[in-house]
Every structure is written in C-alpha cells, then in structure tokens.
C-alpha cells in the first residue's frame, strides 16, 4: 500500500505531538525539537531525530515510542534514524515545550536576546517562586542535560534545563 504524502505527513506530525519524552514525560518529542523530518517513501515512513545531546540514553526509548505509536496507528513499515549535525541546541525547543518545563518544576533554558547567557552571566529563576536569587549546587541534576540549583530565597531545589 502507498501513503499519500501529504496527507499522511501531517497525520504523523500530530501523532508525534503525542510521543512523550521518557526522562521529562510533560514534553513531547516535537516540543523538545527534537524531529528533524518526517520522509514518506512508497509504504514506509521514516523519521529522522536528533538527540538532546550524544549519548543521550533516553534516545533508544524515544525511537522505540515512536515507532510503536506510529505502528498503533496504522503505519507499521516505520524507521527512525538518527541525524548529529547539527547538533541539536535548545533553540529547537517549542515556546509551549519551556512553558510545561517550568510548570512541571524544570527551569527553561535562560536566553538573552536570541543568544543563550554565558554560565557566568546566569540568574536561573526558581521554578516555584520565580526568585533569581538562586545558586549553582552541581553542574550534573538528575540527567546529564539538567544542572542543579536551589533557591536561596524559598530554600528549593530543581533543575534546569541546559542550554547546548
């Protein structure tokens, strides 16, 4: 059987929509920015990622939901490939995608004027109370793509999203 293209591409972009991220399940694959291309050829339908950063270990779980959500729903010849250049950069992260971030508790990567803030320029605001008057605890949260902080002033942790 033959997909038609068009239509099906944007079926699979909204199935996509749905695929959530394993480590941070508020965000989805799209949110994260993390699709590069959804290809069509004859029966079989690819879609081409980025890992968040090399290694990620949480990619192999990502292509694999992919996969099965794509199967659920009727497009079973599926293949994910995975692209490195570029490099994937928080950038492609969606607007809504840094909104559910901080609503789950996850600092948003901090952008200053279209170009991320140098590390030693960054006032991380809590995700609970919105105080910048947070600190640095380690370089490493609970995922290598998250740093730690805690807020000096409500006294919590969290995490932020790094910007690569």
Partial sequence: ??????????????????????????????????????????????????????????????????KLALIENGYPNTKISSVLSPAWTTDWMSEEGKRKLKEYGIAPPQQESGRFKRRESLNVPCPQCNSTNTRLISEFGSTACKSLYQCNDCKEPFDYFKCH
């Fill in 1 to 66: 059987m033959v997909i038609e293209p068009k239509i099906a591409s944007q079926k699979i972009w909204q199935i996509l929509e749905t695929v959530c991220d394993p480590e941070v399940p508020v965000l989805t694959v799209t949110d994260l920015g993390i699709i590069r291309d959804v290809k069509i050829n004859g029966d079989e339908v690819e879609v081409i990622i980025t890992p968040t950063y090399t290694g990620c270990p949480a990619m192999d779980m990502i292509a694999m939901n992919i």
